[in-house]
């Protein structure tokens, strides 16, 4: 799906906005993706019952998409846990062949994007200053001497920042 990110994504934010053509392209679109997605998982005899369970999920919580943030991510988190509920309805538990262990990990977009959602909703909490600061250090992995260079700081004001910005982010995790 991550290749037809732009297209599914532009169709989205206009089916948001009332153009029932591209809402009916949209969902057109992502039912193929979808049958692939759960014949792979669960084989063609439930496939067709997910599509339609997760089309009508779409369709029912489309409000809560935020248009920020890839489309694909947000369908796959749906998808994701239309197949947790068929696991527990049969008690079964997945199982995946060592020969398709790269899928397993390929589809992970998700929940990386929802992880960057998370921090920066976390980081836009502090002044802009500690959270340029824990971007660097922390996301980016810069050493603190690049980082003092590049913000015309000390080395320790960069190491006393960002001690104070984490300590403030952990007091906003605790709340």
Do not use: C
Not at 130 to 140: G, P, S, T, Y
Not at 146 to 172: D, E, F, I, N, P
Request: net charge positive; no cysteine.
């Amino acid at each position: 799906m991550i290749a037809e990110e732009e297209k599914y994504r532009a169709w989205m934010v206009a089916a948001l906005a009332g153009d029932g053509v591209a809402y009916r392209k949209l969902l057109a679109a992502v039912s193929g993706n979808l049958r692939v997605y759960y014949q792979r998982r669960l084989g063609p005899a439930d496939a067709e019952d997910l599509v339609q369970e997760t089309l009508a999920a779409i369709h029912s919580r489309r409000g809560t998409y935020d248009t920020s943030l890839p489309f694909t991510a947000w369908v796959y988190g749906i998808a994701r846990y239309k197949i947790i509920d068929v696991y527990r309805r049969n008690k079964r538990r997945p199982t995946v062949s060592i020969d398709d262990v790269h899928e397993l990990f390929a589809n992970d977009e998700a929940e990386a994007a929802n992880a960057k959602r998370d921090i920066e909703k976390r980081l836009a909490m502090l002044p802009e200053k500690q959270a340029d600061l824990v971007r660097n250090i922390k996301l980016e992995g810069l050493s603190v001497e690049q980082v003092a260079a590049r913000m015309g700081m000390s080395q320790s004001a960069v190491k006393v920042g960002v001690h104070r910005a984490l300590k403030a982010l952990r007091g906003t995790m605790i709340k």
